[in-house]
């Protein structure tokens, strides 16, 4: 167990809360302009597939007030489709050439104007004249894999080779098995929809580039445009500002390339403003899958083998082919097969969200499970704590073990290094009543009248970072008065991240966190975090800020045992002051020792704590989570509602109760809202987007669900600083499935999110016959 | 080009505006006020709200040549005196907030409530708020924070 802490585990507020509450926090949109700047609109397909005959710009261009109109004839390419990792498309949204004269999905981008304002742009956009010569298009995902489907893109097949994972022997596991449940699944197309608009203003200066951006991927776009644009890093220096949300849409993206361009064209400072529609339809979306599972049991409810057929769609640029996690690790079995297989399709691409591939597998694994508990007449909650996954045990699907593979040709072993997960299900179950509310399979929780509820369990779990994110670069540099300044790449997408890391910092170094500033989002003067992504902010960023913090103290010590004439061994630090262990009464105040001179150089001490740490990925730190669910439906008009919600979570000592808190209760929401509510609408023609606003698009608000109950397993993770680990991510994965296994219960009907009253109605009409 | 006079947390400021700009817009990339966010720009999301005579509505769906006769008050002018509003206060206490980005908006909203009603129930703080989204999903404490800022205003 760790020691005692005086930050670590207090719910400090935010250090940024006062510009947030004040408004003076800036967002890429809220940038003052700069000198000269221009500011870009783009013109985008209006087809799912087709060729650009012809463009004629010269109408728009000489619009008075137009600075520069790009289309595919400026050919910008980047050099190569990814960095020299197989895993990093530092656009993540691959598409050849910058703007290609074949377009693939629509919303693709065509062509892009800078003018003296958005008005003039948007004028000079209508004057445009292209002519598209259709292409065949495919929107379905089965249809797109079969031989003879049209080819999405110009490059490569439709269909990413397969990674697959195999253990046991399968076969010989379903032949020992009592009973075979085999269930297929697909989700909704829940898009991220933060609320901010992000932009991209582009700067050059000779060949030296600056940019700000919206991004929780610092320097993954500085990558990407060192790649695409063929400069050195030193020549490029990218600013990412906060965002307003992002739950993994910001990243890199093609539009903060169209902005870079534009600007080297139009030889000024430009910025691009997404409008809601084009964040909607143009950046990203989750991944849709469409999973085959098949579980064997035996008669006693012991699990024996598992397959996972996991295909999702990656849209038109999109490039997934792995597991993203180790997601088919939420229970434990000696036989096991998982494989995963992207597919491109017309529609708008698609790519990681919150929760990603746990979400979508752990939804398919835990209905099929559930399924399995009924045919053995078990209850949901008693099968689950006879198989889950337990600490020490092996990760078979890690993504690391493929990427292992794929760069050294090695196979090795990853285990889970903690697991509170039979704490949160047993306890959980506590705190929701499941005793008291679990009537059996087949009956409701309870009926009134026209209203049944029905209970739902669901339990996942999810990586706190992975190793080839990389390394992570800190460093803390304390002031005269004992104040520190620590930079670091992470980004700020409303996680608390910063705040967290200046906790452990503070932690270490004695001081409070109003001590800490925290200086990020500047790719010349950060130290480097790939992305802030995989909930890896906690368990893994935070090791190196704990490791800077640990040198900065180290060298904090010496200074302090040269003045005080003691061991730095001896010596401690609390409250801001140094003393030795012991004596108290002999020590010095950080602000006295930083600020006066030593003898031997006549100045006072200078002190750069600073380290860069990856981790190894043989042990794997992972939350865990189990959510408990009571829906009601009202079987006269099928309306819906969440009476009880119970989250149980171990995602390893809580740093900051009240950050943690408000990210179980975001991902509950979001969660929700794709479980009820939330669902991009593609036309069946087109390959359009119906719904691309919030209108249309429904975000659940503060009247639309009760607030859920929360509570944290604290397991202390050893390799975790202060024994944390992950939370960001995870929170998202189990919703879902919690609630349609409770639909389940209340009416008998297995459905799949987004679970909307017509669907329900439709069901409940069915069982009536 | 039209010239407008737009009265905003108690300061006049002359601008030249086209018929459809948004007050929102105005508000923004002409006075760069950029404490008033657009998220959705078509009154949907909450996030623009500012106060004309105390009432609170969605700045995006205004006209800025039709606002002249109102005063007109933004997240800049609650701590206009470099005071922090107990709102304010109690939303940095509580956590009323993660991305930060539909904050401004909760609190003109909440202001709005609390001016007419210092003792709301969670209900008439919900509705109140109702027009709004967080996609963090902050709703639970961000009613915490408004409740807690009543409290503070109340003096107690």
Redesign the interface.
């Known amino acids: 167990m760790g020691a005692e802490t005086t930050v670590v585990g207090r719910s400090l507020p935010l250090i940024d809360a006062r510009e947030k509450v004040t408004g003076r926090l800036k967002y890429a949109g809220d940038l003052p302009p700069l000198h000269r700047m221009h500011h870009a609109k783009v013109l985008r397909s209006p087809y799912a597939h087709a060729r650009v005959v012809s463009i004629d710009t010269s109408k728009a261009e000489a619009l008075p007030g137009v600075s520069a109109v790009l289309t595919h004839k400026d050919d910008i390419t980047g050099r190569k489709k990814t960095c020299n990792t197989p895993w990093v498309d530092p656009s993540f949204n691959f598409r050849g050439p910058m703007i290609s004269e074949e377009v693939c999905y629509v919303g693709d981008e065509v062509a892009v104007v800078s003018a003296v304002d958005e008005d003039t742009a948007k004028q000079a956009l209508r004057l445009i004249e292209v002519e598209y010569e259709e292409m065949p298009a495919v929107f379905d995902l089965e249809q797109s894999m079969q031989t003879g489907a049209p080819q999405v893109h110009p490059w490569g097949p439709n269909a990413l080779e397969p990674s697959l994972f195999q253990w046991g022997d399968i076969e010989a596991g379903f032949r020992e098995s009592d009973h075979i449940i085999e269930n297929r699944i697909t989700l909704g197309n829940q898009q991220h929809a933060p609320l901010d608009r992000n932009a991209c203003i582009a700067e050059w200066d000779g060949d030296c580039l600056s940019i700000w951006t919206s991004t929780q991927a610092l320097f993954w776009i500085r990558d990407a445009v060192t790649d695409f644009f063929e400069l050195s890093p030193n020549k490029v220096r990218v600013h990412s500002t906060p965002t307003g949300g992002s739950f993994g849409l910001w990243w890199g993206n093609n539009f903060m390339f169209l902005a870079i361009a534009v600007a080297r064209k139009a030889r000024r400072p430009v910025r691009l403003v997404l409008t809601r529609d084009e964040v909607q339809t143009t950046v990203k979306r989750r991944e849709r899958p469409l999973i085959d599972a098949r579980i064997g049991i035996k008669a006693d409810g012991t699990m024996v083998s598992q397959s996972y057929r996991h295909i999702m769609d990656n849209g038109a640029y999109g490039n997934k082919f792995d597991p993203y996690q180790s997601v088919a690790d939420i229970y434990t079995t000696p036989h096991g097969r998982a494989e995963f297989i992207g597919v491109a399709t017309n529609l708008l691409p698609a790519g990681c969200m919150r929760g990603v591939g746990d979400l979508t597998l752990a939804y398919a694994i835990e209905q099929t499970v559930d399924m399995a508990a009924e045919k053995i007449n078990m209850d949901p909650v008693e099968f689950r704590l006879k198989n889950h996954w337990r600490s020490g045990d092996i990760c078979h699907t890690s993504q690391e073990v493929l990427f292992a593979k794929l760069l050294f040709n090695k196979e090795p072993q990853v285990a889970l290094t903690s697991s509170g997960l039979e704490e949160c299900i047993r306890k959980g179950a506590g705190k929701f009543g499941w005793k008291e509310k679990w009537k059996g399979w087949g009956t409701p929780s309870s009926v009134e009248g026209i209203k049944v509820r029905g209970v739902g369990v669901g339990i996942s779990t999810h990586i706190s970072g992975l190793a080839f994110f990389g390394f992570n670069g800190i460093t803390i540099k304390v002031n005269p008065d004992g104040t520190m300044v620590l930079t670091t790449g992470i980004g700020r997408m409303g996680q608390g991240g910063d705040t967290t890391q200046a906790m452990v910092a503070a932690e270490v170094l004695g001081v409070e966190l109003g001590d800490v500033n925290v200086v990020d989002g500047d790719s010349e003067v950060c130290g480097h975090t790939m992305v802030t992504f995989g909930s890896n902010g906690m368990h893994m960023v935070a090791r190196a800020t704990k490791a800077a913090a640990e040198d900065a103290r180290r060298q904090i010590l010496e200074f302090a045992a040269r003045r005080l004439e003691a061991n730095p061994d001896d010596l401690d630090i609390r409250d801001k002051r140094i003393f030795v262990k012991g004596s108290p009464d002999i020590g010095v105040t950080l602000k006295e020792l930083m600020s006066s001179p030593i003898y031997e150089y006549l100045s006072p001490p200078e002190v750069i704590g600073r380290a860069s740490r990856g981790v190894e990925f043989d042990k794997a730190g992972k939350m865990m989570i189990c959510d408990y669910a009571e829906v009601e439906i009202d079987t006269r008009t099928a309306q819906m509602r969440v009476v009880k919600f119970v989250a149980y979570h171990d995602s390893g000592t809580i740093v900051n109760p009240a950050i943690c808190e408000n990210q179980v209760a975001g991902g509950y929401c979001q969660s929700l809202g794709m479980a009820m509510t939330e669902h991009l609408v593609f036309d069946e023609e087109s390959g359009a987007i119906l719904n691309p606003n919030f209108m249309d698009y429904k975000i659940l608000g503060p009247l639309d669900m009760p607030d859920p109950e929360i509570y944290f397993e604290q397991v202390y993770d050893e390799d975790g600083p202060f024994g944390a680990k992950g939370i960001g991510e995870g929170v998202t994965c189990a919703v879902p499935v919690a609630i349609s296994n409770a639909v389940y219960n209340a009416i008998g009907v297995r459905l799949h999110p987004p679970i909307t009253p017509d669907k329900i109605m439709r069901a409940l009409r069915q069982k009536s016959r | 080009m039209h010239p407008i006079t737009l009265n905003i947390n108690g300061e006049k400021h002359e601008v030249s505006v086209?018929p459809h700009w948004s007050l929102a817009y105005v508000i923004?990339e002409k006075l760069?006020?950029?404490?008033?966010?657009?998220?959705?720009?078509?009154g949907?999301?909450g996030?623009c709200t500012v106060l004309l005579d105390g009432k609170p509505y969605f700045s995006c769906l205004r006209m800025a040549i039709d606002s002249g006769s109102y005063a007109i008050t933004?997240?800049?002018g609650?701590?206009a005196d470099g005071k922090?509003h107990p709102?304010?206060q109690a939303?940095?206490?509580?956590?009323g907030?993660?991305?930060?980005?539909?904050?401004?908006g909760m609190?003109i909203a909440a202001k709005a409530l609390l001016d007419e009603n210092p003792v709301p129930a969670e209900l008439d703080i919900?509705?109140a708020?109702?027009?709004?989204?967080?996609?963090?999903?902050?709703?639970?404490?961000?009613?915490k924070s408004i409740q807690k800022g009543a409290r503070i205003a109340r003096g107690n």
Do not use: A, W
């Open positions: 086209r923004r760069g006020l950029t404490g008033t966010k657009t998220g959705c720009e078509m949907t999301c996030s933004t997240i800049e609650l701590d922090l709102l304010q939303f940095i206490e509580e956590h907030m993660q991305c930060g980005f539909c904050t401004p609190i919900r509705e708020i109702g027009g709004h989204l967080c996609r963090c999903g902050t709703y639970m404490r961000i009613v």
